[in-house]
T-cell receptor, first 112, second 113 residues
């Protein structure tokens, strides 16, 4: 019930293409869903986050789509660039506290 | 604004020893959370501190402990180190206990031999 399942494990996209990473959860008490980007040797960097009262949030080339009834959310990276090559983590947190439950991560490679 | 800082960045310890890691949050942030990252288990929550009080704890043995000081700086301690404790230990700071946006530091790479 505490798990967040992330797919795919790895993804190769051509430069300019759309990268899509999906996550699913079981615990309906989750109330906050952030995405993080991590480069080798660095800590995760917050990309974008959404709460269940909205179905979509866009920031620049990054969009979160959220389906509350299906308990799924996804990250879309438009116009993917080689500099986007990194590991992406989805996460979820409950209403109270800052405990994040992370997905297993997706290694994205954007080919130029 | 300066980001989250963690010291030391790298550490090598021997099995059975203990270790203390330090985290300075972003100025003005009052919540500090700690996570362990390993290739096998991924990112796992250790604990959160807010206003010097532990707010939440993950599923780790009692060898893992932490504290927060009045200036919001935090330390975590691991006693009786085991080989399996080798990991990247990440600290994240947030304005309040939340859920709020959390910003991670670069981590401390701990190797236990």
């Amino acid at each position: 019930q505490q798990q967040v399942k992330q797919s795919p494990q790895s993804l190769i996209v051509q430069k300019g293409g759309i990268s899509i990473i999906n996550c699913a959860y079981e615990n309906t008490a989750f109330d906050y869903f952030p995405w993080y980007q991590q480069f080798p040797g660095k800590g995760p960097a917050l990309l974008i986050a959404i709460r269940p009262d909205v179905s979509e949030k866009k920031e620049g080339r990054f969009t979160i789509s959220f389906n509350k009834s299906a308990k799924q959310f996804s990250l879309h990276i438009m116009d993917s660039q080689p500099g986007d090559s990194a590991t992406y983590f989805c996460a979820a947190s409950m209403e109270y506290g800052n405990k994040l439950v992370f997905g297993a991560g997706t290694i994205l490679r954007v080919k130029s | 604004k300066a980001g989250v800082t963690q010291t030391p960045r790298y550490l090598i310890k021997t099995r059975g020893q203990q270790v203390t890691l330090s985290c300075s949050p972003i100025s003005g942030h009052r919540s500090v959370s700690w996570y362990q990252q390993t290739p096998g288990q991924g990112l796992q929550f250790l604990f959160e501190y807010f206003s010097e009080t532990q707010r939440n704890k993950g599923n780790f043995p009692g060898r893992f402990s932490g504290r927060q000081f009045s200036n919001s700086r935090s330390e975590m301690n691991v006693s009786t180190l085991e080989l399996g404790d080798s990991a990247l230990y990440l600290c994240a700071s947030s304005l309040y206990t939340g859920p709020y946006e959390q910003y991670f530091g670069p981590g401390t790479r701990l190797t236990v031999t």
